[in-house]
């Protein structure tokens, strides 16, 4: 099991950047998948971002890919993501999420993560 922490999120006009954090806890961060998933208000979650467990690989959801950019750092057990020309659309609840065995097919799922972070609040004014 590891816990997850996020941190970072805010008020921000179009346009505007914003970097999420989600920092874990335990020795064995560096053998876990990540994702980032966000659900804004009457909408389902969704997947956003994932990063495999040597930061080698990333997956973005169509509607942030060229805008966001999700990193690790195993050694400081963190993942963020920079969210960059922010858009209201991108208002949510942002949540990391940790699975420690995920296959290519489920990595967008959200049933694949068993680790959740308790969620950061993104607003994106127009």
């Known amino acids: 099991q590891v816990q997850l922490v996020e941190s970072g999120g805010g008020l921000v006009q179009a346009g505007d950047s914003l970097r999420l954090s989600c920092a874990a806890s335990g020795r064995t961060f560096r053998s876990y998948d990540m994702a980032w998933f966000r659900q804004a208000p009457g909408s389902e979650r969704e997947f956003v971002a994932a990063i495999r467990k040597n930061g080698g690989v990333t997956y973005y959801a169509d509607s942030v890919k060229g805008r966001f950019t999700m990193f690790r750092d195993n050694a400081k057990a963190t993942v963020s993501l920079q969210m960059n020309s922010l858009k209201p659309e991108d208002t949510a609840v942002y949540y990391c999420?940790?699975?420690?065995?995920?296959?290519?097919?489920?990595?967008?799922?959200?049933?694949?993560?068993?680790?959740w972070g308790q969620g950061t609040q993104v607003t994106v004014s127009s």
């Open positions: 999420a940790a699975s420690s065995s995920t296959i290519l097919s489920s990595i967008r799922r959200s049933e694949s993560y068993s680790n």
